[in-house]
């Protein structure tokens, strides 16, 4: 009888010192998006957590957007190594002839959830699907759509007045799994920092309690990896898609008002970015009027300037026009002004954003700006699974340890 019991014990410990095993050696990787979250909102005092995951593992001086600095282009960018001229989520808003009757538009859930806006690229999650690996992910654009008849094994519909904590407390409980039922890979998407930022201007009050909340949030989700037992093992990819400019309200320009010769034209985007379709035997002249106004730049698409790598997808509006920094196009100057904008030319020092990377294989470094689409390869690195066709340069990827 004793031997028996002796058989048992010794038995069911080596099962709990393999499972123990296993539950340490895979690797977790959580990509998580502060969006409008500009490298600067660390030094006001109200992200500890962020400051100290910068300073024990990698920190970038920014991350520059690809163009546009909006965020559905560039979440899409993060998770394909595409600029947005080639993963086609040019914008929020999109009209394509090829989709008639829809409008893309972040307020469309049919639009969104539509697998014909987004199957010009396969995203991270589809590839690792590819190597029988799996995704959870809490928010982020194009997870709710089946691209190549596949999701994340965990997604949800967008739902924006779920709070940070709420967000990363339905993550925690989707990691909660043995490990051969747990994710490779999750997303995390906070929204309350860009919010703020837009209603109030990146140096209001608003923007300081937001990013507290945030930063509240991450330290929550490390406390809770803790006691699920892998954050050692997890690798912390932590970006915003842009940042964001104060925008004074006298800071309008009428775009109406400068094409008032033309009353077919139709503005489809207005803002930091703006662009309109225009027969091609106007654009010249609608051209010349548009670039008296010292506050912009317009263009036609294909003469977009090269480092901006747009202008050729169709969703494209014929013409385009870029405000200077803290100015926006309405098409009334009546209107009263967003206080915090983004949209501008990614260059530009505000539109830069953030980027953190902490983990296991991450040795405590500061660098300079690097781009966001170079993020995608850093997480095929991290996940072990080779990139599918993308853009990207092995700048991020090349800092990490093998
Ligand atoms: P932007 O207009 O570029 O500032 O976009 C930010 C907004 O996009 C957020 O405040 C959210 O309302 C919205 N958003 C972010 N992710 C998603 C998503 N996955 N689905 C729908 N809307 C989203
Ligand atoms: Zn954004
Ligand atoms: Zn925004």
Same mark, same amino acid.
């Given at each position: 009888?004793?031997?028996? !019991?002796? *058989?048992?014990? =010794?038995?069911?410990?080596?099962?709990? &010192?393999?499972?123990?095993?296993?539950?340490?050696?895979?690797?977790?990787?959580? @990509?998580?998006?502060?969006?409008?979250?500009?490298?600067?909102? *660390?030094?006001?005092?109200?992200?500890?957590?962020?400051?100290? #995951?910068?300073?024990?593992? @990698?920190?970038?001086?920014g991350l520059q957007s690809t163009f546009p600095s909006i965020?559905?282009?560039?979440?899409? $960018?993060?998770?394909?190594? #595409?600029?947005?001229?080639?993963?086609?989520?040019?914008?929020?808003?999109?009209?394509?002839?090829?989709?008639?009757?829809?409008?893309?538009?972040?307020?469309?859930?049919?639009?969104?959830?539509?697998?014909?806006?987004?199957?010009?690229?396969?995203?991270?999650?589809? &590839? !690792?699907?590819?190597?029988?690996?799996?995704?959870?992910?809490?928010?982020?654009?194009?997870?709710?759509?089946?691209?190549?008849?596949?999701?994340?094994?965990?997604?949800?519909?967008?739902?924006?007045?779920? &709070?940070?904590?709420?967000?990363?407390?339905?993550?925690? $409980?989707?990691?909660?799994? $043995?490990? %051969?039922?747990?994710?490779?890979? /999750?997303? @995390?998407?906070?929204?309350?920092?860009?919010?703020?930022?837009?209603?109030?201007?990146?140096?209001?009050?608003?923007?300081?309690?937001? =990013?507290?909340?945030?930063?509240?949030?991450?330290?929550?989700?490390?406390?809770? @990896?803790?006691?699920?037992?892998? *954050?050692?093992?997890?690798?912390?990819?932590?970006?915003?898609?842009?940042?964001?400019?104060?925008?004074?309200?006298?800071?309008?320009?009428?775009?109406?008002?400068?094409?008032?010769?033309?009353?077919?034209?139709?503005?489809?985007? !207005?803002?930091?970015? /703006?662009?309109?379709?225009?027969?091609?035997?106007?654009?010249?002249?609608?051209?010349?009027?548009?670039?008296?106004?010292?506050?912009?730049?317009?263009?036609?698409?294909?003469?977009?300037?090269?480092?901006?790598?747009?202008?050729?997808?169709?969703?494209?509006?014929?013409?385009?026009? *870029? /405000?200077? =920094?803290?100015?926006?196009?309405?098409?009334?100057?009546?209107?009263?002004?967003?206080?915090?904008?983004?949209?501008?030319?990614?260059?530009?020092?505000?539109?830069?954003?953030?980027?953190?990377?902490?983990?296991?294989? =991450?040795?405590?470094?500061?660098?300079?700006?690097?781009?966001?689409?170079?993020?995608?390869? !850093?997480?095929?690195?991290?996940?072990?699974?080779?990139?599918? %066709?993308?853009?990207?340069?092995?700048?991020? /990827?090349?800092?990490?340890?093998?």
């Amino acid at each position: 009888m004793y031997k028996i !019991l002796h *058989l048992i014990i =010794i038995i069911s410990l080596n099962q709990a &010192t393999s499972y123990a095993q296993h539950e340490v050696h895979k690797p977790l990787t959580i @990509l998580i998006s502060i969006d409008g979250f500009k490298p600067e909102y *660390l030094n006001r005092g109200h992200s500890k957590t962020l400051l100290q #995951l910068g300073e024990q593992g @990698l920190l970038a001086k920014g991350l520059q957007s690809t163009f546009p600095s909006i965020t559905f282009p560039n979440h899409y $960018s993060i998770v394909t190594g #595409l600029h947005a001229d080639h993963h086609g989520i040019v914008n929020n808003t999109m009209y394509d002839l090829q989709i008639p009757n829809q409008v893309f538009k972040l307020s469309s859930r049919e639009a969104i959830t539509n697998p014909q806006w987004w199957t010009a690229a396969e995203p991270i999650w589809i &590839t !690792l699907a590819k190597h029988n690996k799996t995704a959870s992910t809490l928010f982020w654009p194009g997870t709710e759509v089946s691209i190549q008849g596949k999701q994340p094994m965990d997604w949800l519909p967008y739902e924006h007045s779920m &709070t940070s904590i709420q967000r990363v407390d339905k993550l925690l $409980s989707w990691l909660d799994r $043995s490990a %051969t039922q747990r994710a490779d890979f /999750a997303t @995390l998407y906070f929204s309350e920092v860009d919010s703020y930022g837009h209603e109030f201007g990146p140096n209001s009050n608003a923007v300081n309690g937001a =990013i507290q909340r945030v930063d509240d949030a991450i330290h929550r989700l490390i406390k809770g @990896l803790e006691q699920l037992n892998v *954050l050692k093992n997890t690798t912390l990819v932590i970006v915003s898609d842009h940042g964001m400019a104060e925008v004074p309200n006298q800071n309008q320009i009428n775009g109406s008002l400068l094409t008032k010769q033309y009353p077919h034209l139709m503005w489809e985007w !207005l803002g930091p970015l /703006a662009g309109f379709q225009a027969p091609k035997e106007q654009r010249a002249e609608i051209l010349k009027t548009l670039n008296t106004e010292p506050r912009m730049k317009c263009w036609e698409k294909s003469e977009l300037p090269k480092s901006f790598n747009f202008g050729t997808h169709r969703r494209i509006p014929d013409i385009i026009c *870029l /405000a200077d =920094i803290g100015w926006t196009i309405s098409a009334n100057s009546n209107n009263k002004t967003i206080p915090g904008q983004h949209g501008y030319n990614p260059s530009e020092q505000d539109m830069h954003g953030l980027l953190i990377v902490n983990g296991p294989r =991450i040795k405590p470094q500061s660098i300079g700006i690097v781009e966001s689409i170079d993020v995608y390869l !850093l997480l095929c690195e991290l996940l072990s699974i080779p990139p599918h %066709t993308n853009d990207a340069s092995r700048a991020i /990827a090349d800092l990490i340890s093998h």
